[in-house]
């Protein structure tokens, strides 16, 4: 957040100086009262039946020395909280029998002041801070040494912890979850504990108007990125450079950084699907897959294009280009409530773009294409670049998707990729990255 703001500073004084409009403004994120709305609304999905904890990052679980902090998303999602070491308590309110389960007491626990470690992070909220409630959202804002005891008594009224017990790989926290779950059940090993990851992923699949706002932000960013590349790709340019200069358009407009390791991939390497070493010469002839976004207010957009680097594709890059183009556009017809993104038979987006490209063109031992297309077809994105999703689930309007074939044919050094962001809505869909 510290970051944000010197680079908001800086993008406004050069806004400033160049009399241009650029995007500005810390660290955007959606009111308190909508994490507060889906805090009460995970306690109705859980039937009221127990209490809900969730553990923020702490400043060493996410190498702080190295990457600025970055929480834990379903924290996030439910607090909107950004400082590390934070712990997040939901109790449901006692009910009648029959009747629906409703939020009790929400509670946040944040660190004491530290006033030697505020000289090397910047100043930060503590529980005895009268701002807290108001800044937080959180009617009650308790010292975290108070956790252990009023976990305790919570549970002489409830039996069961929701909690995250499933690592989420993406986000590379799977040892610090086993090390917060280790500890629970040390604390209370009488209770019963119930994953709630699930539970919070089919809620993030279905975007809220702010979280496609911030998700606008993001794409119309990496738009821009897209377009200086565009312009600066060559012979003789280094593949770092552009990631560079991506990231640099960008983070100018305010996003805090990019939603995944920028892969730009030139030659042979435009074959390479996760290629995120950048580091090879781009030359006379070949295309460069450049797949590379940010990430605005903590939401993702994900882009990919793919462009012949002397500004000419040869016939047989158009026509291969050009396939990629038609299976994309042949799944963004089809894209609309209902459909699903994997294999699904006719209702499956995949399977529209996989035909596409397996009737369309040959190898050059005259095979189809289908057996080049390696990777999905689409994803979810929020909060993740690959956002949490139950594939088997049809697509609903609110659903923010990648659509991204892809054909990769290593003997021919031939890699192309085009990577859209689409937002799901009740006539069909609406390409964010237009
Ligand atoms: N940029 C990662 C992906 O397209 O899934
Ligand atoms: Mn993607
Ligand atoms: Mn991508």
Redesign the pocket.
């Known amino acids: 957040m510290q970051r944000r703001l010197l680079a908001t500073m800086a993008a406004l004084s050069v806004a400033a100086i160049l009399g241009t409009a650029l995007w500005a403004g810390a660290w955007e994120r959606e009111p308190l009262s909508v994490f507060h709305e889906r805090r009460a609304r995970l306690i109705r999905e859980t039937g009221g039946d127990g209490v809900v904890v969730l553990f923020g990052l702490g400043e060493a679980d996410v190498a702080a020395s190295v990457m600025p902090f970055r929480q834990n998303e379903e924290f996030y999602y439910l607090t909107g909280w950004n400082e590390p070491g934070a712990i997040m308590l939901l109790m449901p309110k006692a009910r009648a029998p029959g009747s629906a389960s409703e939020l009790g007491e929400e509670i946040l626990y944040i660190p004491s002041h530290d006033r030697s470690e505020e000289k090397w992070t910047g100043p930060k909220l503590a529980p005895t801070d009268e701002a807290a409630p108001e800044r937080t959202g959180f009617p009650a804002v308790h010292d975290i040494s108070k956790f252990d005891a009023e976990l305790e008594a919570a549970l002489k009224h409830f039996s069961t912890i929701y909690t995250e017990l499933s690592p989420q790989p993406e986000s590379g926290e799977d040892c610090f979850q086993a090390e917060m779950v280790d500890k629970i059940r040390d604390k209370a090993p009488r209770a019963s504990l119930v994953d709630i990851r699930m539970t919070i992923g089919g809620m993030r699949a279905v975007k809220t108007e702010g979280e496609i706002a911030l998700i606008r932000k993001a794409v119309d960013a990496s738009i821009e990125a897209h377009f200086a590349a565009m312009r600066a790709v060559k012979p003789g340019v280094w593949e770092y450079e552009i990631a560079a200069l991506m990231k640099y358009e960008f983070e100018r407009r305010g996003c805090e950084w990019p939603a995944?390791p920028p892969?730009v991939g030139s030659g042979f390497y435009s074959t390479v699907l996760h290629y995120d070493l950048d580091s090879n010469q781009m030359k006379d002839g070949e295309v460069v897959v450049m797949?590379v976004?940010g990430s605005y207010g903590g939401y993702a957009s994900?882009?990919?294009r793919t462009l012949p680097v002397n500004g000419h594709f040869t016939p047989r890059q158009r026509e291969i280009y050009e396939i990629v183009l038609g299976a994309q556009d042949a799944a963004l017809k089809a894209a609309k409530p209902g459909m699903y993104l994997g294999h699904h038979g006719y209702k499956g987006l995949y399977e529209i773009a996989f035909n596409y490209i397996n009737t369309h063109g040959k190898d050059s031992h005259g095979q189809p294409l289908g057996q080049y297309f390696i990777h999905g077809l689409s994803h979810p994105i929020g909060l993740n670049?690959h956002d949490p999703m139950d594939y088997n689930r049809p697509l609903a309007p609110g659903m923010v998707i990648?659509i991204?074939p892809g054909i990769y044919i290593p003997e021919e050094n031939l890699g192309f990729r085009i990577?859209d962001d689409v937002l799901i809505n009740p006539a069909g869909y609406e390409l964010l990255t237009r």
Request: no cysteine.
């Open positions: 995944y892969i797949d976004a994900d882009i990919t670049v990648t991204e990577e």
